[in-house]
């Protein structure tokens, strides 16, 4: 561990340096540094301690970190590989390069250590560098840097509040000494630190009510750095959650409320739940599709803390999964868009359309990871979803199931929208030219959809780590037995369900293919009613997809609005301090002298 | 074994499926003061339509087509009917809801890749529509599942025992009937296929042995989604007995198809998002209270 | 000897009145020579009674230490200023002056002397404000630090009617509890002013933003770390703070309600200075909690806020809002200067933030913290921004700035063409930001010397007994 994070920081400045000479080693250098991270931290055994810079023992390899940080360099390492192509159209590549390497060591750092300094620090590293990369993207992407950075600092700097009060009631900072002792604490005690601690990892997986920075920031950055936002660095906020909640314990801190889980932890659902509401419903209605794959990650980010939140046998095991599917099918939806864009120019859906037939791999990439979001089997989202919908209903929470239904039906709904707009649909003219991605930027996507598919037959290398860090919890683990899966509610097997999902599609391809087949006709060969049209540019339907569902909700209270206007309430404070400066001096300080010399007097 | 099973089932579907379309033909065109088609008309459409070549707009289009049928065809593998039951103790009720969508996908992308804007427009009420009957039908379905500690479908089949479900949870019962009228597709909850409006919405481009698969995929889903409704409501039962339950209900749905005419879409979802879910939120409060009848 | 830090520079000051220039050119020799005494040639713990009159007497210049780590830093800033700074005719006269005046206040231990000091720097600082014309806001900051100066010599002569005598040392003996808060109050207002605590510090942004190399390093950080030491002598070390809370409140008020005021702002230079009023005035709140450790803490966030606002300033001087195409480094001394204040690590002023809650936090006290962390999220707000623009100017089309104080740095954008920020301050602004990178890795250096400071300044015994030399 110890060298691998050595390495890393080293590594950014040779980056930098190297990529100098051809812009194309900086990627190069951070696939090498992914792959050897991740073949070091799969071999390396659970519960390994190291020192790091002289400080003994700050290092620590739970199960949990090992489950995070191959989410993290598997996210990484097709992240770097797909660079290799994409660099050329980056803004500024040296910076790109030497910075993702830093982010990569910052996200590390925060999964390898229990020491809540030393976790902080890698924190706000990796914040830091991933901080002066998003502006490198669109036009709009400087306002939004803005906004990661408030919204990220404030769940930072109450987690720093909630660190230095733990320190000066326990005299460590080790998380794992605190959490022995922390259970007989005063109640408002547990809730203040906890809800001071957890803030952190609520900003950055961008939860309700700190969710409203994901948007801008997802959305505008730089298309391959939007893969690793959306599918690592929110995980980042998962990781703290999962540790705190598991690692204090937060099933034992707080007073019954329902069917088995505590108090502290429905307040928790039910911010997942609002997350999951909000960000469906605005992920319907947005036109760029970065910005509606952002909204799908507050969504997912809900799903993530209310399985975590459940603390119980099935439904902590589905939160976990459902950490690794999101971020598989984040990033391959992500370089998917970003493939698009290296070839179209542009994210607007409505401005595209009819892609298939020039980038297929790419449309099977995208399919892929909206059938894995959308939690369809054969795919691993089905695994996860499922593990949380039966933890519910188990319990009897038919509320937050409303809501997950919602989330999962909703998803159908706006990963459908890039699907029918940009993919498919008539094909641009402008488009006409636009070829495939190149073969760099497939292999990448093929391995994620290779890997999603893998582990939702063959869930077992995943429940293994799961179960892992349900273990290290105290948890009664998961219970599956090869590809058969259980639960208190009932069981299935996945291996049967893919077997039945290949029998139907062959007995279906079968009946295809004995008929006469059918003969292909161009795509403007189409049925339009009479019509006679020379611009089928325009027969594209595209715009406002769901207008008729977003007229129902079109006056809804929008967040945004709500924070900017607590900015301009501080600025305007701020303005008043201004004009007192400009005042001019006289008489207004004598005064202001006078006054202040008799308060004191009176005072003492 | 399991095989003769899933066979078992499939030609089950094929045969009553189709016989049964026949049928409720025939009984929409009487309520209409028509004579109708004959009760085999189905399997005559099926046969010509397959017969012929059709036009393709791209490998998109065939590809959408058989993973519509084959992902129907994976989910009826699991549902039990009559008294043959594929999988026991494995037929998840969320395996099954889950392996409807693949289907409903497969379609939804091979008519949107024709290119045809109608279909689009289809596809997207289609969904839309799926987002307010999928949440009251879970809801009421989840509180049987919470009641009976079990999501298998053939284990509440064989627990409901002399009692049906539907009269032991008549409000769930109820809302799982306005649910399935919507899942069907049938009217008042038919803007996505509307005929007239949007030219079939998601039918328009298809020809002779496209559309001959898709109306076997019709079918299947019908007959999965209705059977799914007689598994747990209705008790199951033996072969024949199951099969009269299904009529039963089918001529219920379309008896109630043929009289109404269309909501708009908002309207749709407004509704399912209002009178089904408060139903479905009583059932799941007087289920969690142990009211059950 | 140690007079020669305060007779060295004036000397040099006289001898540089006949060439317009030639002070600039003394400057940094004098700071190094300075430095060179101080290093090699001196150690703390000695007095100097001049005039050989004893201390309770006449004028009595202490180095002790706690004003031994001051004057090394003092110095250093200097020489630094002195390299970086683009000094007019007769600027380097006055600087020189500066010097002399500066090292007075840190060695002396006499109330009057030190008035005279104090009122020494006044002037210089007033004529150095209205560099680049900025005769307003020298003006205005005229008649605050009339009336602070005043109010010292009013403290200063009550000390005399009381006790009968002006050393500092001796002083401490009063103990009427009417008088002392009194006097107290009065030398207050004056550290108000000077240490640019809201809402007596009203005068810094007008001063500090006038895109002068020299005010803001000369004022802001030079001038500031004396009067820090003086405020620690005279509050920590020799009379108790009156109403240390409503000090601190003060303070915090004034740390929220400067972030708050730089949000605003569209110029640089402005939007720095409310940062610099809300870094001393964390100072001076961490300063009255009167705690060794609290106390440490708050002098290694001088050290990083004093270093960090040196970097920002004098590039602001030299950049104005350019951005940083063709200044690479210069950003990144930006850059770094900029994560220094707001306090990411691995830069000083993570330490400086973390060491100042570790101690607060160990008093049980829960409202500063959280002010400071506040504080912190809209300073990271502001500067970021500030530096995406920076860094991303001239990307998007340009934007036409407001008019409503720039004035007096527009004529000098229009003007000159190129970025050129002269080699003496590149290299020491990248200096500087090495300097934070290496603090921030080693943070022990500067925190072993801060320890060191706090531990004295809040015992009285050693430096009485320098004074009084086992006896009264």
């Known amino acids: 561990m110890q060298s691998l994070l050595l390495y890393l920081a080293v590594g950014a400045l040779v980056g930098y340096f190297l990529s100098m000479i051809n812009r194309r080693l900086g990627p190069i250098v951070l696939l090498a540094l992914s792959l050897y991270g991740l073949f070091t931290l799969w071999n390396m055994p659970i519960g390994s301690v190291e020192g790091l810079f002289g400080f003994e023992d700050i290092l620590q390899f739970t199960a949990l970190s090992k489950y995070f940080s191959i989410i993290t360099l598997i996210v990484f390492s097709c992240y770097a590989f797909f660079n290799i192509v994409w660099i050329s159209k980056a803004k500024r590549p040296h910076a790109f390069s030497a910075l993702s390497i830093l982010t990569l060591f910052g996200t590390l750092g925060v999964f390898l250590t229990p020491h809540l300094i030393a976790l902080y620090i890698f924190w706000e590293i990796a914040v830091v560098a991933s901080l002066f990369i998003v502006p490198m993207g669109k036009e709009e992407s400087k306002k939004a840097t803005i906004w990661y950075i408030v919204i990220s600092s404030i769940g930072s700097y109450m987690f720093l509040y909630g660190t230095f009060l733990l320190y000066s009631k326990f005299g460590t900072f080790n998380l794992f000494e605190i959490s022995g002792d922390i259970a007989s604490e005063s109640t408002g005690f547990k809730w203040l630190v906890s809800l001071l601690l957890l803030s952190a990892g609520i900003a950055k997986s961008g939860i309700f009510p700190l969710h409203v920075w994901l948007r801008n920031v997802h959305g505008n950055a730089p298309d391959t750095f939007s893969a690793v936002l959306s599918g690592q660095l929110v995980k980042m906020g998962s990781y703290i959650i999962a540790l705190l909640l598991g690692t204090f314990p937060i099933a034992t801190m707080f007073s019954q409320f329902y069917a088995g889980v505590n108090i502290f932890s429905y307040v928790l659902i039910w911010l997942g739940n609002i997350s999951i509401l909000i960000g469906t419903f605005m992920a319907i209605k947005q036109n ?317 | 074994m399991t095989a003769l099973k899933v066979a078992g089932i499939f030609l089950t579907a094929f045969f009553f499926g189709l016989t049964f379309e026949g049928i409720g033909r025939k009984i929409t065109a009487r309520v209409q003061r028509r004579y109708g088609p004959p009760w085999y008309q189905n399997f005559i459409d099926l046969f010509k339509t397959l017969s012929k070549h059709g036009y393709t707009h791209g490998w998109i289009f065939d590809f959408g087509v058989i993973m519509a049928l084959g992902g129907i065809i994976a989910s009826l593998g699991f549902v039990p009917v009559g008294g043959i039951v594929a999988f026991p103790g494995m037929d998840n009720f969320f395996v099954i809801v889950y392996l409807f969508t693949i289907g409903s996908l497969g379609m939804a992308m091979g008519m949107v890749g024709t290119g045809n804007p109608w279909a689009s427009i289809g596809v997207a009420r289609a969904l839309t529509l799926m987002l307010g009957y999928e949440v009251p039908y879970m809801i009421s379905i989840g509180s049987m599942l919470y009641f009976y500690r079990t999501s298998s479908i053939s284990a509440i089949m064989s627990a409901q025992g002399g009692d049906w479900n539907l009269v032991k949870f008549p409000i769930g019962a109820l809302v799982a009937l306005i649910s399935l009228q919507g899942m069907l597709g049938k009217e008042p909850f038919e803007a996505p296929m509307a005929p007239a409006e949007i030219a079939s919405g998601p039918m328009v481009e298809l020809s002779a042995k496209y559309m001959g698969l898709l109306m076997l995929m019709n079918t299947f889903m019908e007959f999965a989604e209705i059977s799914l409704f007689v598994d747990l409501f209705l008790g199951g039962g033996t072969y024949f007995v199951f099969l009269l339950k299904y009529l039963v209900v089918w001529i219920l749905v379309v008896l109630i198809s043929s009289v109404l005419p269309r909501f708009r879409i908002e309207q749709a979802v407004y509704f399912y998002w209002t009178v089904p879910i408060i139903l479905a939120f009583v059932q799941v409060f007087m289920t969690v209270n142990g009211f059950v009848f | 000897m140690i007079a020669l830090l305060i007779a060295v520079p004036l000397a040099f000051a006289f001898a540089s009145i006949p060439h317009e220039r030639l002070g600039r050119y003394f400057l940094p020799f004098v700071a190094l020579f300075n430095l060179v005494c101080l290093f090699f040639f001196m150690e703390p713990g000695q007095i100097l009674e001049v005039g050989r009159w004893p201390a309770a007497y006449g004028i009595a210049l202490v180095l002790d230490n706690v004003s031994y780590p001051f004057l090394i830093f003092v110095n250093f800033l200097i020489l630094m200023m002195a390299l970086s700074a683009t000094l007019e005719n007769r600027y380097g006269t006055l600087l020189l002056v500066l010097t002399a005046a500066v090292n007075g206040i840190i060695l002396t231990g006499d109330f009057f002397n030190s008035f005279v000091f104090l009122e020494i720097i006044s002037v210089i600082a007033y004529i150095v404000a209205a560099h680049k014309d900025n005769a307003l806001g020298a003006f205005k900051y005229l008649i605050f630090g009339g009336i602070g100066g005043t109010m010292y010599l009013l403290g200063a002569v009550s000390v005399y009617v009381k006790s009968g005598t002006l050393n500092m040392g001796y002083a401490a003996f009063i103990t009427d509890p009417l008088i002392v808060p009194t006097i107290c109050i009065f030398f207050l207002i004056t550290f108000l002013v000077e240490l640019k605590v809201l809402p007596l510090g009203l005068w810094a942004p007008d001063v500090y933003s006038n895109g002068s190399s020299v005010t803001p390093i000369a004022l802001g950080s030079i001038v500031t770390v004396s009067l820090v030491y003086l405020f620690s002598r005279i509050f920590l070390n020799i009379f108790d703070l009156p109403s240390p809370q409503l000090v601190g409140i003060l303070a915090m008020i004034s740390i929220i309600l400067a972030e708050l005021g730089a949000l605003k702002q569209k110029s640089l230079g402005r939007a720095l200075s409310f940062a610099t009023i809300s870094g001393v005035s964390t100072v001076v709140a961490a300063l009255s909690m009167r705690e060794s450790e609290i106390a440490s803490a708050a002098y290694f966030y001088l050290f990083n806020d004093v270093v960090s606002k040196f970097i920002l300033f004098t590039l602001f001087a030299y950049l104005g809002e350019r951005g940083f195409k063709s200044n690479k480094t210069a950003g990144i001394a930006f850059t770094f200067a900029s994560l220094s204040v707001v306090g990411f690590p691995m830069f000083a002023g993570f330490w400086a933030k973390y060491y100042l809650l570790k101690a607060l936090f160990q008093v049980n006290s829960y409202a500063l913290p959280a002010i400071i962390l506040i504080a912190a999220v809209i300073e990271a707000g502001y500067l970021i921004k500030w530096n995406v623009e920076l860094w991303y100017k001239g990307e998007d089309t340009p934007k036409v700035q407001d008019g409503e104080q720039d004035s007096e740095m527009e004529n000098e954008d229009d003007e000159v063409e190129e970025d050129f920020i002269p080699f003496g301050a590149q290299v020491v602004t990248l200096l500087l930001a090495l300097t934070l990178v290496v603090v921030g890795f080693m943070p022990g250096l500067i925190h072993d010397q801060t320890m060191n400071i706090a531990n004295n300044v809040l015992d009285f015994r050693p430096y009485l007994d320098l004074i009084l030399k086992g006896g009264m």
């Open chain 1, 288 to 604: 760029d599709m970065k910005m509606l794959m952002a909204y799908s990650t507050v969504a997912n980010g809900g799903y993530i803390l209310i399985g975590l939140a459940l603390l119980d046998q099935v439904g902590f095991a589905g939160g976990l999964f459902h950490v690794i599917n999101h971020a598989l099918a984040a990033t391959m939806i992500f370089l998917s868009f970003a493939a698009v864009v290296y070839r179209t120019g542009t994210t607007k859906i409505d401005e595209m359309g009819g892609l298939i037939f020039k980038m297929p791999v790419t449309f099977v990439t995208y399919l892929v990871g909206i059938i894995s979001i959308a939690g369809i089997p054969p795919t691993s989202g089905f695994v996860s979803k499922w593990m949380i919908f039966q933890s519910l209903i188990s319990k009897g929470m038919f509320v937050t199931a409303m809501f997950a239904f919602v989330g999962s039906i909703g998803s159908f709904l706006y990963v459908f929208r890039p699907l029918a707009g940009v993919f498919l649909g008539q094909l641009k003219r402008k488009d006409k030219d636009v070829k495939e991605a190149p073969m760099i930027m497939l292999i990448p996507m093929i391995i994620l959809v290779a890997l999603t598919i893998l582990w939702g037959v063959f869930p077992q290398q995943v429940l293994v780590w799961v179960t892992d860090v349900q273990r290290q919890f105290g948890m009664e683990p998961f219970k599956f037995d090869g590809t058969v899966l259980y639960s208190s509610l009932g069981h299935w097997d996945s291996w049967t369900v893919f077997v039945m999902f290949m029998v139907g599609f062959i007995i279906a391809a079968v009946i295809y293919i004995l008929m006469p087949k059918g003969k292909k006709i161009p795509l403007d060969d189409q049925y339009t009613s009479g019509e006679f049209l020379h611009n089928f540019d325009l027969y594209h339907y595209a715009t406002k997809y769901y207008a008729f569902l977003e007229r129902e909700y079109e006056g809804h209270p929008s967040f945004e609005d709500w924070y900017t206007s607590i900015v301009n309430v501080l600025k305007a404070i701020g303005k008043g301090v201004d004009y007192f400066v400009r005042r001019t001096a006289s008489a207004y300080t004598f005064w202001m002298a006078l006054v202040l010399a008799l308060l004191l007097w009176v005072r003492w």
